[in-house]
């Protein structure tokens, strides 16, 4: 199973996305297509409904959740009417970086509120939570700890780039990670990625980057395969343990198609 394991296909307009999709399918790829608002799941999983290799992810991006209590108590009520659907939860989790510090709080309570969500799904389905950390990693695994997420759901950490003792922890903790080029182009990436198990490992995209933004599906594939040629170097020694944690991912896959017929 050929997988980008975080992407954003409902980034482009309508067309183009379902060509992405179409094409992606055309070369082998399945995709983890991670939204940023619920109402974004809704629109999503309506426009690549048609497609089994697209698995939208039911997301609420920690850049996007409210700073107005009542508007985010909006948006939970619309992600609580959404996740009996979503197999996987993306993407969700906390950014304490300079320009969104401010929200910290607001972040905490609405990563809690997913995960709590999310433990409790995972009792009846499978859940895959594609997880974005900035300089928050440590918190995010208290509160995943904390909501009995980590434990109930597969917990991804998608483009990590928390402290050595937080990965450690992470890695402990039975975590996935999905890593990508812009990751593997700086040393403690690649250090990283290379003291990650091979098993725990998945190959990500993050395109396109921004909304309005296209992805060719050759490129895509491109640099699905240079990903996965870059770990396979990192691990040589146990290379035949990549694409592990894609066998499990094509049970969720099947899981929610069939689900949808």
Known sequence: MMLDAHCHLDFMEAREARAAADGARAHGLSCL?????PEGYASARNLFSAHPNVLVGLGLHPWWVSADALERAQQFELFDELAPGASLVGEVGLDFGAAHVATRDAQREAFAHICRVSAQQA????????IHSVRAAGAALDILAETDALEACTCVFHWFSGTSEELARAVRAGCLFSVGPRMLATKRGRAYARSIPAKRLLAETD??????ERLDP????RLIEKTERELAALHPRDAEELGRAEVFLAKVFKFANNRSL
């Open 33 to 37: 297509s991670c939204t940023v608002e």
């Open 123 to 130: 009792v009846s389905s499978p859940r895959v939570l594609s």
């Open 207 to 212: 395109l396109p980057s921004a909304p309005g």
């Open 218 to 221: 050759a490129e895509q594939l």
